[in-house]
């Protein structure tokens, strides 16, 4: 209870900083850190329960609604993220700083990518590939340098017997 | 049973990808679809939003403010630099414009001579109590030599004392070892004009008799085969006659600036002025 607690008020912390906070500041391109997404490594490293991937869900759902895109869209990359991370960290030791900032740069391409497939699948997408690309890739960037201390504030949300183990 | 608890992440999370992509699908292709729980979670967020936003536009005014005063002085500095740039360039050119006024002048002044007249400028001067004299970039290279007149747009300067190969020295009028032949214009009165000791400059040798008033101009006489007939040398500011004795004498105060003299027309004794004032 304690830690949906703390991964829900991230969340909506997240979620009101990357939708809000980032657009007001001048700093001409306003490129949006994705919280969201590195809490949805968090979930997809340390919930490994029917809940981490409704939680998953339910962070793309809301993503959805405040952005302004299609319901759905952004779950559908989310609950990805999520199972890739999942099975990744199933065969893979991930507990460094250094590899969870890889695993959310590359969370952060896998979701625009399922979320650019799905668009152009469903014919939403009509914008160009390349500068489309280059945001993805800028976006992940920012994502990965924002997942150190996300993953700070999410440790109150870790599992007591993963908390002992470090 | 156990199949689906040893793998109901996976099976959660493709559920939840259909229903995504169900979602997706249904909120895409109708138009008229409205997501209740979006409205719901839009009516909780927006107060925060409202207030995350005035942080962001808070940090974003002040930010601005110091890249703008940043900006703003550094274009302070480009303009002081600017500024000072302009004040040199409009220096030189208000120093040109007077160049080439003092040219244009000089050159009236030397058309009006027939005969040989060339231009100098003053190079260096040496204004003391037993010498006021000063220096020309011409000499005997340019065929100036030593006795010819010196003179500028105004009237008189001096006469070449001393000429090497390529400058010249310039007795001042108002020197005490100059003379210069000279004459009354409105009374035809004649005399010397001398420089003095402390670097004013008289006309001597005048008759008692002679009419001399202050205000009255003084002219070369032409007689002392140095300077042409007809050139301003000065105006009369005092007469001083004496109780006794057959001389006056009168203070000239000299027509040219000779302190800010920058150029000078070196003119031989052959030189005459074309027409000579009445």
């Known amino acids: ?166 | 049973m156990e199949f689906v608890r040893r793998n109901r992440i996976l099976l959660t999370s493709g559920v939840l990808l259909l229903v995504s992509l169900l979602l997706f699908s249904v909120s895409t292709r109708s138009p008229a679809y409205r997501d209740p729980i979006g409205h719901l979670v839009l009516d909780a967020l927006a107060p925060f939003q409202v207030v995350f936003s005035w942080i962001g536009r808070s940090v974003g005014r002040v930010w601005t403010g110091y890249v703008d005063l940043v900006d703003a002085r550094r274009d302070n500095q480009r303009m002081h630099e600017r500024v000072a740039t302009l004040e040199s360039e409009l220096l030189r050119l208000g120093e040109l414009e007077r160049e080439n006024a003092r040219l244009a002048e000089l050159l009236s002044f030397r058309a009006r001579f027939e005969g040989t007249v060339y231009g100098a400028r003053v190079i260096a001067r040496e204004p003391g109590p037993l010498a006021m004299t000063l220096t020309i970039d011409r000499g005997e290279r340019d065929h100036v030599h030593r006795g010819m007149a010196v003179l500028a747009p105004q009237g008189v300067v001096g006469q070449i004392a001393e000429a090497s190969h390529t400058a010249a020295r310039v007795v001042l009028l108002t020197d005490h070892n100059s003379g210069i032949d000279a004459i009354v214009q409105r009374s035809r009165a004649r005399g010397i004009v001398q420089g003095g000791t402390d670097g004013s400059c008289y006309m001597n040798y005048l008759n008692r008799d002679a009419d001399v008033v202050v205000g009255d101009r003084v002219l070369t006489s032409g007689l002392d085969g140095i300077f042409p007939k007809g050139v301003m040398i000065g105006e009369v500011v005092d007469v001083s006659r004496r109780h006794r004795g057959l001389l006056q004498a009168a203070v000239v105060r000299p027509s040219v600036a000779l302190d800010r003299l920058e150029e000078v027309l070196v003119v031989d004794a052959t030189a005459q002025v074309a027409d000579p004032p009445a």
């Open chain 1, 1 to 166: 209870m304690r830690a949906a607690a703390v991964i829900g008020l991230v969340a909506a912390f997240g979620l009101l900083v990357q939708t809000t906070l980032f657009h007001a500041l001048p700093f001409g391109v306003h490129p949006s850190p994705d919280v969201l997404v590195v809490i949805c490594v968090f979930l997809g490293l340390h919930r490994h329960t029917a809940g981490g991937a409704l939680g998953a869900f339910i962070l793309g759902y809301l993503q959805d609604t405040v952005s302004g895109t299609a319901a759905g869209l952004n779950a559908f990359g989310m609950v990805v993220v999520y199972l890739l991370v999942y099975l990744t960290c199933r065969r893979l030791w991930v507990d460094n700083v250094m590899s969870k900032v890889v695993l959310v740069f590359l969370a952060s391409c896998v979701k625009a990518l399922a979320v650019l497939a799905v668009s152009a699948l469903f014919g939403t997408f009509d914008g160009e590939w390349g500068p489309t690309f280059s945001n993805v890739l800028l976006n992940a960037s920012i994502a990965a340098a924002i997942a150190p201390p996300v993953f700070a504030l999410l440790a109150g949300a870790r599992l007591p017997e993963e908390r002992d183990a470090r």
